[in-house]
C-alpha cells in the first residue's frame, strides 16, 4: 500500500522577507518551549527559548513570542535567507515532566528567491 | 566546542542482526536522550537517562530495544534482533538540566533490509 508519512504545514517566503511559523502547544503547565531548526540530513539545532514567566525573547534574526492564555508560541524570523530553509519544531518541557521535551510536527520553511 | 557525537553516521543491515548506536554526550550535561525520527511517527523520544540512570523508558518500543549509559560519557542503544520496521534515523541529545535546551547529534541513519 502507499506509504502516508506526516503531512508537514508548508510556509513559503520571498528572500528577504519575514516570516513567521506558529505552534500550538497542548499542556498548560509546560512552563519551557525551545524552537528547533533542523536541516536535511541533520539533526534538530537549538534556535531559541522562552521560559514561561516571559512572553518575548529575541536572538539574532529571531523572535519567539509566547501566548500563555491560548497556548500558543510563534517564531519570527527577519530578513529571510536561502539559508533558513529548513523543518521548524517547537518543543515544551511540562512542569513534573523532567527533562522531557514534547514535539510539535513541524512546519517547512521554503525560501524562494 | 564539541557537540553530541553519534556513530557510524550510517547503518545497513539484514534483518535479525544486532545493531549497536553509540553516543557521546556533550562534557557537562547529565541528561541523555535517544530519539527516532521516521516519515510516519515524526520525532518520538525512546528514553532517557539523569546522570547515567534511565529515568524514563516508556518509549522503547518493544524488549528488542535496549539502552545503558556506563558513564557520563557514553550511552548506547541496542536493537537485537533488528527488523525491517526499525529503519529510521535515530538521535541522540543531551542537556545539562530541566529548563536547558537538548543538544542534538546528527543521527545514525539506519536500514534493515
Aim: aromatic share 8%; net charge neutral; with cysteine.
Amino acid at each position: 500500500g502507499e506509504n502516508v508519512g506526516l503531512h508537514l504545514p508548508t510556509l513559503s517566503v520571498q528572500e528577504g522577507d519575514n516570516s513567521i511559523i506558529n505552534c500550538a502547544y497542548s499542556n498548560s503547565a509546560s512552563d519551557y518551549f525551545i524552537w528547533y531548526k533542523q536541516e536535511s540530513g541533520k539533526g534538530p539545532q537549538f534556535i531559541i527559548d522562552i521560559r514561561s514567566n516571559m512572553d518575548k525573547r529575541q536572538g539574532q534574526r529571531v523572535t519567539v513570542l509566547l501566548n500563555k492564555t491560548v497556548k500558543h508560541l510563534s517564531l519570527q524570523i527577519a530578513a529571510t535567507q536561502p539559508g533558513d530553509s529548513a523543518v521548524y519544531f517547537c518543543a515544551e518541557n511540562p512542569r513534573g515532566g523532567g527533562n522531557k521535551l514534547t514535539f510539535g510536527t513541524g512546519t517547512q520553511l521554503k525560501v524562494e528567491l | 566546542d564539541a557537540g553530541v557525537i553519534q556513530s557510524p553516521r550510517h547503518e545497513v543491515t539484514e534483518m535479525g542482526q544486532e545493531v549497536t548506536l553509540r553516543c557521546k554526550p556533550i562534557s557537562g550535561h547529565n541528561s541523555l536522550f535517544w530519539y527516532r525520527q521516521t516519515m510516519m511517527r515524526g520525532l518520538e523520544l525512546l528514553i532517557y537517562f539523569n546522570n547515567n540512570v534511565p529515568i524514563d523508558d516508556s518509549g522503547m518500543p518493544e524488549d528488542r530495544f535496549s539502552a545503558k549509559m556506563p558513564n557520563a560519557s557514553f550511552s548506547t542503544l541496542k536493537i537485537q534482533p533488528s527488523e525491517p520496521r526499525d529503519s529510521a534515523v535515530y538521535f541522540c541529545a543531551s542537556s545539562y538540566n530541566r529548563n536547558q535546551p537538548q543538544h542534538f547529534g546528527d543521527g545514525t541513519r539506519l536500514s534493515i533490509l
